[in-house]
């Protein structure tokens, strides 16, 4: 009886030494089962020039040490952040607990070949079905008005709100403005019709005067581009404010850029912006 209870207690000891065994695996094990699990977000991407994406170290929550195999070609922040710099292939790195973890990124130029023939350093931007070539140190807002999308250019420290000179981009919000063709674009685009337009857009508080209608050609094929000159008075301010419309026909339809100067200095010039956003259009289809 005394050999069966001491049997039964060394089985219960074995078993009870089996169910705890896998808490006291060495602690290496636990960390080759982490490792396995590690990876970036993307082992590859093609990005444009001036284009950037973050990525992301998956499965830990070690901090990574980031690196970039050739820095002309895309350069990569502390938090993951790679930014395209020109065309060409770099790999980024993130080091994480004495183990690297790799993602070959691919740098091509912007689809938009207008980019790199600017007249001032220029980016590429998207507007509905279009790139365009716009100034590096502009940026871009993009707002609804009416039921259209209307993008609004302005240098870097401008308020678009403000009155500062800018230059707008419409279409609305199904990559269109309005439907026409060139004939009749123009029939509408009247001297009186433009000038009561307007008027009304001012709150009846300025007058044009300078009113011009001419034909351009352009990237795309034509452009209707209507100048003309608002004088103010405001309450005994005076003030005037130019504005340039290039009416751009592709695909159907006709979408405007409109160029407004109400004297303040930018740099590019306004008017040189607005010009070479028309002539940089690329539809994509």
């Not at 770099?90 to 938009?112: D, E, L, Q, R």
Request: proline share 2%; glycine share 6%; charged share 20%.
């Amino acid at each position: 009886m005394y050999k069966l209870k001491k049997l039964t207690r060394a089985l219960a000891l074995a078993l009870a030494l089996t169910i705890t065994a896998p808490a006291g695996l060495p602690a290496s094990s636990a960390v080759v089962c982490e490792a396995a699990t590690i990876k970036l977000s993307a082992s590859k991407k093609t990005l444009e020039v001036g284009k950037s994406f973050t990525l992301q170290v998956k499965g830990t929550k070690k901090k990574a040490t980031w690196s970039t195999s050739k820095k002309s070609v895309a350069t990569v922040s502390q938090k993951g952040k790679v930014t395209a710099k020109k065309a060409g292939t770099a790999t980024i790195t993130a080091k994480v607990g004495g183990k690297s973890y790799k993602c070959k990124v691919t740098v091509k130029n912007p689809v938009n070949k207008y980019v790199a023939k600017a007249p001032f350093k220029a980016k590429e931007a998207t507007i509905g079905k279009y790139t365009i070539a716009i100034p590096k140190s502009w940026k871009m807002e993009k707002v609804s008005q009416n039921n259209m999308t209307v993008y609004v250019l302005v240098p870097e420290n401008a308020d678009i709100y403000a009155g500062s000179s800018n230059v707008s981009v419409t279409v609305n919000a199904n990559d269109g403005a309005v439907q026409s063709n060139l004939e009749t674009w123009k029939a509408y685009l009247q001297e009186t019709i433009t000038k009561e337009f307007v008027e009304a857009a001012f709150g009846g508080l300025g007058t044009v005067t300078d009113f011009s209608m001419e034909e351009k050609e352009i990237n795309l094929g034509k452009a209707i581009v209507t100048s003309y000159t608002v004088e103010m008075d405001v309450n005994g301010q005076k003030s005037t404010v130019k504005q340039a419309i290039y009416d751009v026909f592709c695909d159907g339809y006709v979408t405007e850029i409109t160029i407004t100067d109400n004297g303040a200095a930018v740099e590019p010039d306004v008017h040189t912006v607005g010009e070479y956003i028309a002539n940089s259009l690329v539809y994509k289809k």
